[in-house]
């Protein structure tokens, strides 16, 4: 299980203020950040017919998940561009917010 923007160094590259570095390239993903500023949410996502709240706090978008871990249904996804957030992959997980249970 992986957690915030720690997830960010197993995609093929990450494009930073301070330049481009290489990932590990264990997915096909690339991180950019967008600002300098943090943007911050909460969300509402949906698994397993359970719905999660969550917060997330990041500056970068994520494209080209294959195999997202949640449908989002309000707040920040990987990028502007979908609606998903996370990746999964065999037992590996994945997400950038921090959830909750909710049975509403």
Do not use: H
Not at 2 to 10: A, H, I, K, Q, R
Not at 29 to 56: H, P, Y
Not at 82 to 99: P, Q, T, V
Request: negative net charge; charged residues 20%; contains cysteine.
């Amino acid at each position: 299980l992986f957690t915030g923007n720690s997830f960010e160094m197993l995609g093929e590259k990450i494009n930073s203020f301070l330049g481009e570095f290489m990932g590990l390239n264990i997915f096909s993903f690339e991180t950019v950040e967008q600002n300098k500023t943090r943007n911050t949410a909460d969300s509402i996502v949906a698994f397993n017919g359970q719905r999660l709240v969550g917060f997330i706090n990041k500056c970068s978008e994520i494209k080209g998940i294959e195999n997202p871990l949640f449908e989002v249904e309000m707040g920040l996804s990987n990028n502007a561009a979908d609606s998903c957030e996370g990746i999964i992959y065999k037992n590996f997980y994945e997400r950038y917010s921090l959830f909750s249970i909710s049975n509403w």
